[in-house]
C-alpha cells in the first residue's frame, strides 16, 4: 500500500497525514491488489477539498468532495470511493455468465455485512 498526501494552501499536520492513511487503507480489503492513492488535500476559498486517486491494478478510481471541515471531506470522499468500488466489482459479477445481477449483489453483500455485524 503506496499513499502519497499533498496539501495545497494548507499547512500540513500529522493529525490529518494519519488520518486520511487510517481511511484510505481500510479501502486495500475491498481490492484484490495492492493500491496506490494519491492524496490532495486543499483549501480554496474556505472550502476544504479532498482528492483521492486510487490505482489498484488495472482498477482506476477517482473522488472529490469539498466541504467546510477536512475531516468530513476525507471521509465523504472514502465512502465515494467504497461506493465506486463495490459498483465496479457488482458489474463484474453480472457480467460472468450465470452470475448475480448488480441488484442481487447488493442485496447479498448487504446481508453479509449485516450478519457479520450480528456475530
Known amino acids: 500500500m503506496n ?10 499536520s500529522e493529525a490529518i497525514k494519519d488520518y486520511a ?3 484510505i487503507g481500510k479501502l486495500q480489503k ?3 491488489s495492492p493500491l496506490k492513492a494519491n492524496v490532495t488535500l486543499s483549501v480554496e ?18 473522488a472529490m468532495v469539498s466541504g ?10 472514502c465512502d465515494k470511493l467504497e461506493h ?9 459479477l453480472s457480467s460472468k455468465r ?10 447479498a453483500s448487504e446481508e453479509t455485512a449485516r450478519t457479520a455485524e450480528k456475530g
Not at 465506486?84 to 463484474?92: E, L, R
Not at 450465470?98 to 442485496?107: D, I, V, Y
Open 45 to 62: 476559498k474556505g472550502q476544504q477539498t479532498a482528492e483521492i486517486q486510487l490505482n489498484a491494478g488495472a482498477e482506476h478510481y477517482t
Open 3 to 12: 499513499i502519497a498526501i499533498t496539501f495545497r494552501h494548507l499547512d500540513s
Open 84 to 92: 465506486q468500488i463495490h459498483s465496479v466489482k457488482g458489474a463484474k
Open 98 to 107: 450465470h452470475g448475480m445481477s448488480a441488484g442481487e449483489f447488493a442485496r
Open 21 to 23: 492513511q487510517e481511511k
Open 30 to 32: 475491498f481490492l484484490r
Open 68 to 77: 467546510e471541515n477536512m475531516y468530513a471531506s476525507i471521509d465523504k470522499v
